[in-house]
């Protein structure tokens, strides 16, 4: 029996401003990733999301973000690592007090966006990072979005890290990830496709047919994909045709 987690990018709406089907999506995933209130997200909306994951017994982490809602999190920023550290221990401790007043804890930490990006190209960043969750909650989980993160964290022997695949979004052969500017509506059997090869081989074929390996133990779906429930709702389909059990990130590591 193979275990996978799926988790999903959450609480991303803010003010009168909606994104993401939050709602439908929670009762498909096992860990929801929400959004801290910089690239989006308000403390209404993360309470309101923390309740809702609780509510479905889902896994709650931070997705934490670069304080730029204009750009949704996705422009660099000139960082130390220090500051970037208090970036994201600032996100965490506001979700974590959403999540007490809710009765739950934090399960684990996913960068978004430019953020994610900039601790994948710079291990001095990755490495501050890391260490300022470790000061937080040594029991949290570090989703690492690709192998440089991954590598980076594999170093701390008391940091829980968990490898993160995507199928919704198509790869690269080097196993980057062409991401674009705006959401459309994906064929659900192919992206279903991918979640088994995942979840079974630890491949995927890349944009240009080549298999590559994604060993990934979390699957990440975006709730913002406009038919990410009928999506979820196939790779449902194929969790039951095949030897595949859903479980959260803390059950897994």
């Not at 660099?76 to 550290?85: G, S, V, Y």
């Not at 809710?102 to 490495?127: C, F, W």
């Not at 995942?198 to 038919?227: F, M, Q, R, W």
Request: charge should be negative; proline fraction near 4%; include cysteine.
């Amino acid at each position: 029996m193979v275990r996978v987690d799926i988790n999903c990018d959450m609480g991303e709406s803010f003010g009168n401003w909606e994104m993401g089907r939050d709602e439908e999506v929670m009762s498909y995933i096992t860990s929801a990733n929400v959004a801290g209130g910089y690239h989006a997200g308000d403390p209404h909306v993360m309470d309101r999301t923390v309740a809702l994951a609780r509510e479905h017994d889902v896994g709650i982490g931070i997705h934490p973000g670069l304080p730029d809602k204009m750009g949704f999190g996705r422009r660099k920023m000139d960082l130390t690592p220090e500051e970037m550290t208090d970036y994201v221990v600032y996100q965490l401790g506001a979700l974590d007090a959403f999540a007490r007043a809710n009765g739950a804890t934090i399960q684990h930490v996913k960068p978004h966006g430019a953020m994610y990006s900039m601790l994948s190209e710079s291990p001095d960043h990755a490495r501050a990072v890391m260490e300022g969750i470790l000061e937080v909650d040594p029991e949290i989980v570090y989703l690492a979005t690709d192998t440089n993160i991954y590598e980076v964290a594999r170093e701390f022997d008391s940091l829980r890290a968990v490898f993160e695949g995507y199928v919704d979004l198509t790869y690269r052969a080097d196993r980057s990830l062409i991401v674009e500017r705006k959401k459309e509506s994906l064929d659900p059997e192919l992206v279903a496709d991918r979640f088994v090869s995942i979840a079974l081989d630890g491949e995927v074929e890349a944009a240009d047919g080549k298999i590559i390996d994604v060993p990934a133990e979390s699957i990440c779906i975006h709730g913002d994909t406009p038919n990410s429930v009928e999506i979820l709702e196939a790779i449902h389909e194929r969790i039951a045709a095949h030897d595949i059990e859903l479980a959260p990130l803390s059950e897994i590591v």
